[in-house]
Nanobody, 126 residues
């Protein structure tokens, strides 16, 4: 089970830090990813990270503003979001793949995804 937290209402230009805690499975050997679904939009990738944190991938719209990280000892993945824009408004989800073979590139392409959290809502006001 994956549980996201940290969402909320923030003004444009502000910051939020999302957390995704895994229970019932150890995510330490798996790449992980963050995704989002805005109002009236399809779910899209945001960022992904390798099992040891050495490799990350981001979609262009968040590069330089968002940072994905992880603490395997806490079975947790984070998404630090800075310089938030109204278009970042969405429900943010974390996801884990079904196999440790999946790398950050696979994750960000929505490949091998198996477990999803319930999501946390981020609202950015202008």
């Amino acid at each position: 089970q994956l549980v996201e937290s940290g969402g909320g209402l923030v003004q444009a230009g502000g910051s939020l830090r999302l957390s995704c805690v895994a229970s019932g499975r150890s995510i330490g050997i798996y790449s992980m990813g963050w995704f989002r679904q805005g109002p009236g939009k399809e779910r899209e990738s945001v960022a992904s990270i390798s099992w040891n944190g050495d490799t990350t991938a981001y979609v262009d719209s968040v590069k330089g503003r968002f940072t994905i990280s992880r603490d395997n000892a806490k079975n947790t993945v984070y998404l630090q979001m800075n310089s938030l824009k109204p278009e970042d408004t969405a429900v943010y989800y974390c996801a884990a793949p079904s196999t440790p073979v999946a790398g950050p590139g696979d994750i960000i392409r929505h490949s091998y995804l198996e477990d999803w959290g319930q999501g946390t809502l981020v609202t950015v006001s202008s």
